[in-house]
C-alpha cells in the first residue's frame, strides 16, 4: 500500500497531556461532518498494561512513544489515505467498568491525526500538510491532568503529581517541545483557543472546496 497518489489532506495536532488536545478536537467536529473529516487518536492505540515499561520506582510508564503502536497507527493512516476503512477497538485507560466499543474510522477528504507524539515520528512527520501544537502553561496542565485522571480515570491525587513530575513533563520535553519551532501553527489555550480554532475551522472549509471540486 503506497501513499504516493494519497488525496487526502492530512492534518496533525499535538500538545502537551492537559493541553486541551481532546476539547480543542471535539469542538473542530462539530463543525464537519463523517463525510468531511476523519479523526484519527493515538488514544486508541495504547499499548496493553502489562507491555509498558516501568521506571525505576516500578511504575508504569504511558508517556513514551513506545507505549504507543505506532506502527499500526501508521499504517491505519496509510489505509484510510487509500480508501479502506479502519475498525479499531477503543482503549479504556484502566477503567474496567466500561466495555470498549468497535470504533469505525472511514476514509475523508481530511484526515486529522492527534496525540502527544504525532511529529516524534518521522516518517508519519512527513506525510503531513499541517502541523498544529496546542500549548498551555504547565500550572494550567496539571490542573487539567488532576481533574481528569481523578475524575475519568480515578487515579489518586498522590499517583498523578508522580506521574506528571516523573514521566510527563520528561516526555514533554523530549517529544513535543522541540517541535515548536517546527510546526505551522501554535495555538494557546491557557483560556481560551477560541480564536486559534475559528482560523482552523475557516481554513479547513477552503481545503474542503478544493477537494470537492
Known sequence: MSLKNKNSFILGISGGSGSGKTSFIKDIKEHFSDQEICFLSQDDYYKS????????????????PDSIEMDEFYFDLVKLTNGINVDRREYTFNNETKDPDIIILKPAPIIIVEGLFVFHDPKLFALLDLKILIHATDTQKIIRRIKRDRVERNY????????????????????????????????????????????????????????IL
Open 49 to 64: 498494561r502489562d507491555q509498558q515499561k516501568e521506571d525505576e520506582n516500578g511504575v508504569k510508564n504511558f508517556d513514551l
Open 156 to 211: 489518586p491525587l498522590e499517583d498523578v503529581l508522580y506521574r506528571y513530575e516523573h514521566h510527563v513533563l520528561p516526555s514533554f520535553e523530549a517529544y513535543i517541545f522541540p517541535f515548536f519551532n517546527k510546526v505551522d501553527m501554535i495555538i494557546n489555550n491557557n483560556r481560551s483557543y477560541e480564536m486559534g480554532k475559528d482560523m482552523l475551522v475557516a481554513y479547513l472549509k477552503k481545503v474542503l472546496q478544493t477537494k
